[in-house]
């Protein structure tokens, strides 16, 4: 038995159903999880599915508290934390529960991410400090920043990063529920470092899988408008002052 979340707010609908289509094609018996921050319900309707469950919450709680909502409910082997705008192969998510299964140290899995022209986004980071942030958001030491993103490896092989962006983390259940899933504090940003933190301190890890592979739109929604630029400041002020500067 597999499960996903998906936090919704004022979504692309068309984005999103491809999204719902890569997860409900898997063979898995599974279940998938839309909670909606939004104000209306109007995505009620986007998916009527026996394995699809519509949670309207009417007012945006934020992402880590969303996704938090179902944590206590779900008795599957693995969860997935899913963004609204991703889209991949039926391959992917059986590929990575078998090699989940294969590494019991190991709390969470995710795969080569890139584009839709193909680029690759680097989603694997060291623990990020404060200088690292200033750094990437005004590109002073560009030398600095692949070296936070691990770009004197091989990111065609699989390896144990620090910190994993959080578009697609597939979870051994226990542990995200062990974990007591993401720390509320952050309204949005940073609840992937953060959840990074608090696995190395289970004494587990994180593996990036490149050998699959999906599309994520990713839209930087912090470089390009304020208010979520704000957002990102807060949650960075509080993510230094829970793990340090």
């Excluded at 709390?107 to 022209?117: D, H, L, R, W």
Aim: proline letters at 4%; aromatic letters at 14%; hydrophobic letters at 40%.
């Amino acid at each position: 038995m597999i499960t996903a979340s998906i936090v919704l707010f004022n979504n692309d609908i068309e984005i999103l159903r491809k999204t719902i289509d890569s997860f409900l094609k898997i063979q898995h018996q599974k279940k998938l999880y839309l909670i909606d921050n939004s104000k209306t319900n109007v995505l009620k309707d986007i998916y009527v599915n026996d394995d699809v469950e519509y949670i309207f919450v009417g007012k945006n709680i934020g992402f880590g508290s969303a996704h938090n909502l179902i944590l206590n409910k779900i008795n599957s082997k693995f969860h997935l934390i899913l963004n609204p705008d991703v889209e991949f192969s039926v391959n992917v998510i059986p590929d990575l529960i078998l090699e989940l299964e294969n590494k019991p140290d190991v709390s969470f899995i995710s795969p080569k991410v890139i584009y839709p022209n193909k680029e690759l986004q680097h989603i694997c980071r060291r623990h990020p400090s404060f200088f690292d942030l200033i750094n990437r958001r005004l590109n002073i030491f560009k030398i600095q920043v692949f070296k936070n993103e691990y770009r004197n490896k091989n990111l065609e092989q699989p390896f144990y990063p620090d910190f994993i962006h959080g578009c697609f983390m597939l979870f051994k259940t226990k542990d995200l529920q062990n974990l007591k899933g993401f720390d509320e504090r952050y309204f949005l940003y940073m609840e992937d470092a953060d959840i990074c933190r608090k696995i190395d301190k289970l004494g587990k890890k994180k593996l990036y899988f490149p050998k699959v592979k999906i599309i994520h739109q990713h839209q930087k929604g912090s470089s390009k408008h304020l208010k979520l630029f704000f957002y990102h400041l807060s949650s960075a002020i509080k993510y230094f002052l829970k793990w340090g500067f």
